[in-house]
């Protein structure tokens, strides 16, 4: 227990020293509202963990898929080798905060130690030239006033997501697979949220691969976030117009 506040506190003292990160993104309003059509993006949050990050890595590369995975600043620290492998296989890593608290609860100064812990975490871990992309997803999708300057910030661009794949009204593969389907159906695509870490994801790694083929097999693009985000904004001009 001790080494481990000893490693929180090398972390957060570290990340009081680094600056912010330099690319100016304005952080926008949580929206869920316009979705590019027939495109979806897959986000996986709470790794990494070796009871679930490598099978799903193993089933996006073998559907040449590239994800996002919102990472727990503490579980990149404990299962370094899992980061390092979702880099490699060309994903992209963002920031999920250091240790997964109630941030909407939290302080300024607090949410600000959990967000630049988050980045140091990843930095630590990845190296010192990797470059923490700008989106950042708060835990379980609660936003604060504090939380919304704070990302503002630090520079981050504030991701939810559209359609989650756990559910507790769910317990089959075959109900998650219809549910998913439908809400995706329903909403024309989206920002997809599955999870890798914490609890068990058992039912999320045996539903993904029938999700996966749907899409494909109904010919939805599946992007990266940012193709994904960029496809949004044009939609949004598009509205405008
Ligand atoms: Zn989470």
């Not at 912010?20 to 590019?36: I, M, Q, Y």
């Not at 996986?44 to 727990?72: C, E, N, S, Y």
């Not at 870490?197 to 010919?219: A, F, H, K, M, N």
């Amino acid at each position: 227990m001790k080494k481990w506040f000893l490693l929180l506190s090398v972390v957060l003292t570290l990340a009081l020293l680094l600056p912010a990160h330099p690319r100016a993104v304005a952080a926008v309003e949580p929206t869920v509202s316009v979705v590019p059509d027939k495109t979806v993006t897959l986000t996986f949050d709470d790794g990494p963990d070796p009871r679930f990050t490598p099978q799903i890595l193993d089933m996006l590369k073998k559907r040449h898929l590239q994800a996002t995975f919102f990472v727990v600043g503490r579980n990149a620290l404990e299962h370094p080798d899992l980061v390092r492998r979702i880099a490699r296989d060309g994903h992209t890593i963002a920031n999920h905060t250091l240790t997964h608290p109630h941030l909407e609860t939290l302080k300024p100064t607090q949410v600000n130690a959990e967000l630049q812990g988050g980045d140091a975490a990843l930095t630590a871990v990845v190296g010192p030239s990797f470059a923490v992309p700008h989106f950042f997803r708060p835990p379980r999708g609660n936003v604060s006033p504090a939380i919304l300057t704070t990302t503002e910030q630090l520079n981050k661009q504030l991701i939810l997501w559209n359609v989650c794949v756990e559910n507790h009204t769910t317990t089959t593969p075959q109900q998650v697979e219809q549910r998913v389907m439908s809400l995706i159906h329903e909403r024309h695509g989206g920002i997809l949220l599955a999870h890798d870490g914490e609890l068990d994801r058992t039912l999320t790694v045996q539903s993904l691969p029938r999700i996966l083929d749907d899409l494909q097999r109904e010919g939805f693009h599946i992007v990266p976030l940012q193709t994904y985000l960029d496809a949004q904004q044009q939609s949004m001009g598009q509205h405008a117009l």
